[in-house]
């Protein structure tokens, strides 16, 4: 039975064998239940600094990485970008290095670069962690969403999973395409065309315009933020149209299956990709995924901070 992970660095799904992603899935069942406690703290990472280093916005991911590193009894701290020299133009490379000067044994990083996470991983001792990176990857966040479709189905295999939304600019996408994909999913992909990148089909998944379609009999309904400040043409006409030919109402809730679950990573735009009673309604799991990123990210820390030899195949 697998107990460790090939590489040292999380860089994004696609280093992850399905054994892998199953692995952190069981690890964070044990790390949920730590959660559960009165006292919710074990010292896993005693005497381990992990350095929380965000270049682009984040109110999930930043705050469940540093609750996962305080319950794991690590020594976490938050590099404030605003207040940094980053400002004064100090590269991210160069901020790293002087990071890493610091001998930290993690670093979390969310850039808005694809390739960030690679970058640093080529150059620093620390284990990188990618907490998003541009339209590349995110793989914690598709790490938490299966451990919560698991966690409602029991299982991923065979599941019909329809994804919806900004499928261009998105990362969460891609991780979950991939991780979907691993565990044998039948993973529908549902956007205007316009908000179609290239190559999805090849990626084993159903690409189609047609959002009843994507939805009919669908186990899981993932829907992805219009991301809005990614965009710099216009992708569709307004918004109020986005809504009324791709927006999750109840009616298309309706055409799933009666036991269907709806996801969103967040933060939403309500009434723009999914409507407000959808959102908070009785199918809605989208603040369990909030929940379970705790536990997965506790999970992946704990993993990448194996013994040395278990991480020599390090890339
Ligand atoms: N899902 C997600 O990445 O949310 P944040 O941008 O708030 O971290």
Redesign the pocket.
């Given at each position: 039975m697998l107990t460790t992970l090939r590489h040292k660095h999380l860089l994004g799904i696609a280093d992850l064998s399905p054994d892998e992603i199953v692995l952190v899935l069981d690890t964070a069942e044990a790390m949920k239940e730590v959660g559960q406690r009165t006292i919710k703290k074990v010292p896993t990472l005693r005497g381990r600094t992990v350095i929380n280093l965000f270049f682009e916005?984040?109110?999930?991911?930043?705050t469940s990485f540093e609750i996962a590193e305080k319950r794991l009894s690590a020594d976490t701290l938050n590099v404030a970008i605003a207040s940094s020299s980053v400002v004064k133009g100090e590269t991210l490379v160069d901020t790293a290095m002087n990071l890493e000067a610091m001998a930290p044994s993690m670093i979390v990083l969310r850039h808005a670069s694809s390739g960030a996470c690679h970058l640093l991983s080529r150059i620093c001792k620390a284990s990188i962690v990618n907490a998003?990176d541009g339209m590349h990857e995110?793989p914690t966040?598709a790490l938490l969403d299966a451990f919560t479709i698991r966690e409602r189905k029991g299982r991923l295999g065979g599941l019909k999973v329809a994804i919806v939304g900004d499928l261009l600019h998105s990362r969460?996408l891609r991780s979950n395409v991939l991780l979907l994909t691993k565990l044998g999913a039948d993973v529908w992909v549902c956007a205007p065309a316009t908000l179609i990148p290239p190559g999805l089909k090849q990626m084993g998944v159903t690409v189609t315009t047609r959002v009843d379609e994507a939805v009919a009999g669908a186990d899981v309904i993932m829907m992805l933020r219009i991301q809005l400040e990614r965009m710099q043409g216009a992708f569709f006409p307004s918004q109020r149209e986005y809504f009324s030919t791709f927006g999750m109402t109840e009616a298309r809730v309706a055409r799933a299956k009666p036991d269907v679950i709806i996801m969103h990573?967040?933060?939403i735009n309500r009434g723009v990709e999914i409507a407000s009673e959808v959102a908070d309604g009785p199918h809605s799991v989208i603040l369990d995924q909030v929940a379970n990123g705790v536990a997965v990210r506790m999970a992946v820390l704990y993993l990448l901070a194996g013994e040395p030899q278990n991480n020599a195949a390090a890339d």
């Open positions: 916005p984040s109110t999930r991911t930043r998003g995110h966040q969460v990573p967040g933060p």
